[in-house]
């Protein structure tokens, strides 16, 4: 008989940085974990840190990060501010030798995730990235699909993700960096690094078409479409557009995947559609309370939904796995500060790409 292996528990003392939409989740989650017996939570805005506090039951606030991160009880940081302020807030955790989840993407420049990965070299700490999409089911079991050899080698990918103007103008609002590619298509560069490891992105082409994302100001396109060519060969094409109507009824990404290899193909639907609910009275937004819809996809909210007084779903799913991982040194499937720093680089070549009109060679 197989002895299940026992891990070392030891007790959590969070720092929530952020106190958004994905900071509160993360925070409220983080307050029902057994291992969590002190929070902390800050943000520029000390109004909301505080609404946030008392939600989560946390016993200190503050609209500075680093009294927060400092807090002698702290030694677990959850990093959901804006992109753009994440690499001050990490190499402050990671100086302090604290455990990190940041919110994806790791960075939005090369030099600051590098930055990163030299602090994390020299740190007694740890980081991990918040893909959460990897905790859905249906990727979760694609990658057993491939790990297991079903689909023999993998010759191509096709990905292809939709989200609504809505969504992206309030993306561009927060961080006019935080483009469709960088910022969404990432969860999907993910994937490829995720399902395919030692096969990295080698060569990138890709093009761009602009319309009602430019008419309103922001130096993004309505459409991108991009080829990368793996280290072995096969080959990758992406479409990503953010330019669905306003009132489309996801709440979040509608995405499709096929996967082919020598032996198997996996197709995977990801649109929500067979689950649709049209009603006089307004559906709430995860991300958009601002905005009001009368019919949707359910089950399309990326981060995952609330009932019976609880959140369901990848994020939630992803915070116990890392509360549990940094707890109890128990593996966990988060997105490694490594990989995330290729998908940064591969989403920046993509724009890159796209800027110059030529294909985009990524250094061996």
């Not at 400092?70 to 030798?97: D, F, R, Y």
């Not at 694609?142 to 992206?168: D, M």
């Not at 991982?325 to 997105?335: F, M, Q």
Request: glycine share 8%.
């Amino acid at each position: 008989m197989t002895q299940e292996k026992t891990y070392q528990r030891q007790p959590l003392g969070i720092a929530v940085i952020g106190a958004g939409r994905i900071g509160t989740m993360r925070a409220r989650l983080a307050s029902q974990h057994p291992a969590v017996n002190f929070i902390a939570v800050s943000d520029l805005n000390r109004d909301a840190a505080q609404a946030l506090a008392e939600k989560a039951g946390a016993q200190f606030v503050a609209a500075s990060n680093r009294e927060a991160i400092a807090h002698p009880s702290v030694n677990t940081v959850i990093v959901s501010t804006s992109e753009h302020q994440h690499t001050e807030a990490i190499l402050l955790a990671l100086e302090l030798g604290k455990k990190v989840l940041v919110e994806k993407p790791i960075a939005l420049k090369l030099e600051d995730a590098d930055a990163i990965l030299r602090a994390l070299e020299k740190s007694a700490g740890s980081l991990h990235v918040g893909y959460s999409r990897r905790f859905k089911r249906r990727y979760l079991l694609a990658k057993e699909q491939i790990a297991q050899g079903r689909l023999g080698t993998v010759t191509g990918l096709s990905l292809r993700i939709y989200n609504s103007r809505a969504q992206v103008f309030a993306q561009l609002k927060r961080d006019p960096h935080a483009t469709p590619v960088v910022d969404s298509l990432t969860y999907f560069i993910d994937f490829v690094n995720w399902w395919l490891p030692g096969n990295p992105v080698r060569e990138v082409w890709a093009r761009g078409q602009g319309g009602v994302i430019r008419e309103a100001g922001y130096d993004c396109d309505d459409v991108t479409q991009a080829v990368l060519t793996l280290d072995d060969g096969a080959l990758v094409s992406c479409n990503v557009s953010s330019a669905l109507p306003e009132h489309y009824p996801s709440l979040g990404y509608c995405a499709r995947i096929e996967i082919i290899g020598k032996d198997g193909v996996l197709l995977i639907d990801d649109d929500h559609m067979e689950q649709l609910l049209y009603t006089n009275k307004s559906i709430p937004h995860i991300y958009l309370p601002e905005v009001k819809v009368n019919m949707a996809f359910l089950g399309s909210s990326a981060p995952g939904d609330w009932a019976e007084g609880e959140f369901w779903g990848p994020l939630a799913n992803e915070t116990r796995n890392w509360l549990d991982h940094v707890a109890t040194g128990k593996p966990c499937t988060l997105t490694r500060p490594q990989e995330a720093r290729s998908n940064l680089e591969v989403t920046l070549a993509i724009e890159e790409a796209v800027r110059m009109g030529e294909v985009v060679r990524l250094a061996r």
